[in-house]
């Protein structure tokens, strides 16, 4: 079961809205939906809330390091209430998803995102969850440090916080450790299409009414 929830970002107004700070929204937005009030932990370098959920409790954490530092503040917290790497999930921006889709995945490396990289040094392992948020991609390498420090055309906004919104829907089964059902939930972009109206055998193909 997930035990940390961590949204990666950049403190300050000026970083606020930028494609970087996606973690942040998606931790704000699950702390209106658990009504729950993130404050500054001076432990744990970050802002943070504490719920119960079946028994359990559950941590919410925006780190105030700046995201090159993130990992000092995720370490500090996981290691204090001895929270293992597997039941941790950070949330951060990703470059190779497009805005408006999301992706669930466990373990592998960094990709060059400096919050994952301190991550991976202060708990030694990169074997944690991660939930992807897609930003999209500048097009070429060179500008994608202004990509991610800018913020989001309208309409990429929009589709970010759309998925953020139906991602948030799996939170209630990462707290319960169905990962597989988290998944599903996660990675369908878009609502299914409804069945067509069910047919009674001869009717000639005329819907049913019942």
Do not use: C
Not at 22 to 42: C, H, M, Q, S, T
Not at 77 to 89: D, G, Q
Not at 117 to 123: E, F, N, S, T, V
């Amino acid at each position: 079961m997930i035990k940390l929830f961590v949204g990666l970002g950049n403190p300050g107004p000026e970083y606020e809205a930028t494609r970087h700070n996606a973690g942040f929204w998606w931790i704000d937005a699950l702390a209106r939906d658990w009504k729950l009030n993130l404050v500054p932990e001076r432990s744990y370098h970050g802002l943070a809330a504490r719920t119960n959920i079946g028994g359990q409790s559950v941590w919410l954490l925006e780190p105030q390091t700046f995201m090159n530092l993130s990992g000092k503040s995720v370490g500090a917290l996981a290691r204090f209430f001895k929270i293992a790497p597997e039941e941790i999930l950070v949330v951060h921006d990703e470059l190779d998803v497009v805005p408006g889709q999301a992706k669930l995945k466990f373990g592998g490396s960094h990709a060059g995102h400096n919050g994952l990289r301190d991550i991976h040094a202060q708990l030694g392992t990169g074997d944690y969850w991660r939930l992807r948020l897609g930003i999209g991609h500048p097009g070429v390498k060179s500008e994608v440090i202004n990509w991610v420090l800018k913020k989001p055309l309208k309409e990429q906004r929009e589709a970010i916080e759309d998925a953020i919104v139906r991602t948030l829907h799996a939170a209630p089964a990462l707290v319960a450790g169905e990962m597989e059902k988290a998944t599903l939930i996660i990675h369908t972009s878009k609502p299914p299409r409804p069945k067509p109206p069910r047919r009674e055998p001869g009717d000639g193909g005329t819907p049913a009414t019942a």
